[in-house]
């Protein structure tokens, strides 16, 4: 496995999208999706903290957050990212897309090329992901991506793990 924190952030990349650290210039399009520990931002400002917590997050090598950038745009278009376990070799892939581009294949590159990272160039042993019961698209791109449900969680939640 690959010790973090990076100290050059690796961007990755396929024909349609990047995954790029998240600038102070992103977070004005992306306060809708921004989440800190399950708290989402609701104001500009408090989705400029949660980003600095972000950003101390991966300096500190416990997450890695990153945008997804459309190529044709140049804009932003959802955040990608794994968020805990890299302590111990694995890790949890979660993602965000704002709503207008949902459907379009984004977030299906975004996942591929997270998963891909993360077992290739990481070294990650185990991927998991956890989504609510409820989330029918998640679950269809999870499965889709070769992910299993392993078990039900409280509040709703399942836990998917990537079958390697």
């Given at each position: 496995m690959k010790v973090l924190p990076y100290h050059s952030y690796p961007i990755?990349?396929?024909d349609k999208i990047s995954l790029?650290?998240?600038m102070p210039t992103d977070v004005e399009d992306i306060v809708?999706?921004?989440?800190?520990d399950g708290i989402q931002a609701?104001?500009?400002?408090?989705?400029?903290?949660?980003?600095e917590k972000i950003d101390e997050d991966i300096r500190q090598g416990n997450s890695i957050h990153r945008g997804i950038i459309d190529h044709v745009t140049n804009k932003i278009v959802g955040t990608c990212g794994y968020y805990r376990?890299?302590?111990q070799g694995e890790g949890e892939l979660g993602c965000v897309l704002l709503p207008q581009f949902r459907g379009q294949g984004?977030?299906?590159?975004a996942m591929q090329l997270a998963i891909d990272f993360g077992?290739?160039?990481?070294?990650?042993?185990?991927?998991?992901?956890i989504t609510s019961k409820e989330n029918l698209k998640a679950i269809k791109l999870l499965e889709r991506l070769k992910f299993i449900k392993v078990v039900d969680l409280e509040d709703n939640?399942?836990?998917?793990?990537?079958?390697l």
């Open positions: 990755i990349k396929d790029r650290q998240i809708d999706i921004s989440f800190y609701t104001t500009f400002e408090m989705a400029v903290v949660m980003q376990g890299l302590d984004f977030m299906t590159n077992l290739k160039e990481i070294g990650l042993t185990r991927i998991w992901a939640d399942m836990e998917y793990e990537l079958t």
